[in-house]
RNA sequence: GUGGCUAUGGUGUAAUGGUAACACUAGAGGUUGUGGUCCUCUCGUCUCGGGUUCGAUUCCCGAUAGCCACCCCA
């Protein structure tokens, strides 16, 4: 049996056809009610931790100047070549979508003359980044981090102080299997002649590698290291490493940064494949890593020590170092690992109505009660008891007020006890503290 | 950016070349002004556009989005 002719269903289909709905600009995402309670359980443990630590907190622009970036982060950086939502206002400034919060910082620390600050200054910070990636589960194009930062300490116990912090914060949240993935990457010193010596070493096996090694020995060498293939990683075994060929300041630096954490009972792992996509570390860099049921690894945020960016942008030369994570990617794991969303917000007391002059007294009850601190629930489009009583129950008010018509003409409230259903009529001007009482507040 | 997989009601899942099933959620009811149990009903036309077909949600192509790997990173 033949269904409905195609014409006739392109035209009933033209003719019910809704508008084109909007969607979201790929990669990004809305953060719904339920997720911001763990929103906030994450940044509200991130700021009050900071806090602790002495930490400030700053706010910079999302929008500066796209040589901030260039200079920054580093020109042949893929979130700089190619990551970057950059435009040219109606003035004709080249600006970008901040891809990271460390460079804005470090500008606002020398704009705002904080060198003149008591040393060492510590700023922290949160927000959303924007990268144009090709987007993933817990990668998108407008991410949020926070972030920590400290200006002026070179001693080796801050960047132990920085990596404790970092650590502490996760396990705060209640992400508690995470391991710190440390290295050091040298300086302007001693990081150049080991680039050679690498390339050098490869060069020579060059025919053992993978098409992407090929490529990653002219465009990203440090990058070698961390190759999956299997006979690269042999190549790689045999490789001169890094800490072996540090000058004797960033050897020592890192020795004692290490020291300093085992003070502080923090486990490591020396992660010589670990590199950092900006350019401007030096020494110290370390990453939070979390490893899931099945034992894969991801890492949850990074930093490390960046002593040449303040000059490079500017300022003066000034040690500093920081870190940062990503929410999205703090929220999904706490998600993961069964953290509880309470959806409904319990109420103290609700309101119900039935009709409109009760409405009206329900409007003004409902001042008075909140203003006693109370948390007071309401459906003034509902028309039926019933339903409003359904949702009374549903918020887990202790106590329902009714007003129908008959109270709102006599100026009275029947108090409805919820779980015993006891019910008692009092005057309107004793409720809020007949309320008060029967809550104890 | 490269390669691959997927796309069904608010959510999570079915089935099928002849107009969609189940669970949860939500809304309205179950006689007059009363909740939490129970019962009834309602919410999709199968992401969008095109093609094949008598007929497509089901096959093909394209778009879009999500996901996975690489890359990179938070």
């Not at 940044?43 to 931790?49: M, T, W």
């Not at 927000?127 to 926070?146: C, D, I, L, N, S």
Request: net charge positive; glycine share 8%; charged share 30%.
């Amino acid at each position: 049996m033949p269904r409905v002719k195609k014409q006739d269903k392109k035209e009933i289909k033209r003719r019910r056809k809704k508008l084109t709905p909007i969607q979201t600009i790929k990669g990004m995402k809305d953060i719904l009610p339920p997720e911001q309670l763990i929103w906030n359980h994450v940044l509200e443990n991130g700021r009050k931790l900071c806090g602790d630590f002495g930490f400030g907190r700053i706010e910079t622009p999302i929008l500066e100047h796209t040589e901030l970036f260039h200079r920054g982060v580093g020109q042949i950086t893929d979130i700089v070549e190619k990551e970057m939502f950059s435009f040219e206002t109606r003035g004709g400034d080249k600006v970008s979508l901040r891809p990271e919060g460390t460079a804005g910082v470090v500008r606002a620390y020398i704009e705002n003359g904080m060198s003149k600050w008591s040393q060492p200054v510590k700023l922290y910070y949160e927000g959303p980044m924007f990268r144009y990636e090709k987007p993933q589960a817990g990668r998108y194009r407008q991410h949020h981090q926070f972030g920590f930062e400290i200006f002026g300490d070179e001693c080796p116990a801050i960047d132990a102080q920085i990596i404790y912090l970092a650590w502490k914060i996760f396990q705060k949240i209640g992400i508690k299997n995470t391991t710190i993935q440390i290295n050091s990457i040298g300086c302007s010193e001693c990081r150049p002649a080991y680039k050679k010596l690498l390339t050098d070493y490869y060069e020579m096996k060059i025919n053992k590698l993978c098409m992407d090694c090929k490529r990653r020995l002219t465009d990203n060498p440090l990058r070698l290291l961390d190759c999956k293939e299997e006979k690269c990683m042999q190549v790689a075994s045999a490789a001169p490493q890094i800490i072996d060929h540090l000058c004797e300041e960033c050897h020592d630096h890192f020795k004692n940064v290490l020291e300093f954490l085992d003070e502080l009972e923090i486990s490591y792992v020396l992660n010589s494949s670990l590199v950092r996509g900006l350019d401007y570390y030096t020494k110290t860099v370390f990453e939070v890593w979390e490893s899931n049921a099945e034992g894969a690894q991801s890492s949850l945020g990074g930093g490390g020590r960046y002593d040449d960016l303040v000059q490079i942008l500017g300022g003066e030369d000034t040690f500093a170092i920081g870190f940062s994570f990503g929410v999205e990617r703090a929220v999904e794991r706490l998600l993961q690992n069964g953290f509880h969303l309470e959806r409904k917000i319990n109420k103290d007391v609700f309101l119900v109505q039935l009709g409109n002059m009760a409405r009206k007294k329900i409007l003004k009850l409902f001042d008075n009660l909140i203003d006693n601190n109370i948390i007071v629930g309401e459906s003034l489009g509902r028309g039926s008891i019933k339903s409003q009583l359904r949702m009374a129950n549903r918020s887990n008010s202790k106590i329902a007020l009714i007003i129908g018509q008959k109270e709102a003409i006599d100026n009275t409230v029947i108090i409805r006890d919820m779980e015993s259903g006891m019910q008692e009529v009092v005057v309107m001007e004793s409720v809020v503290a007949e309320v008060k009482k029967r809550l104890k507040k």
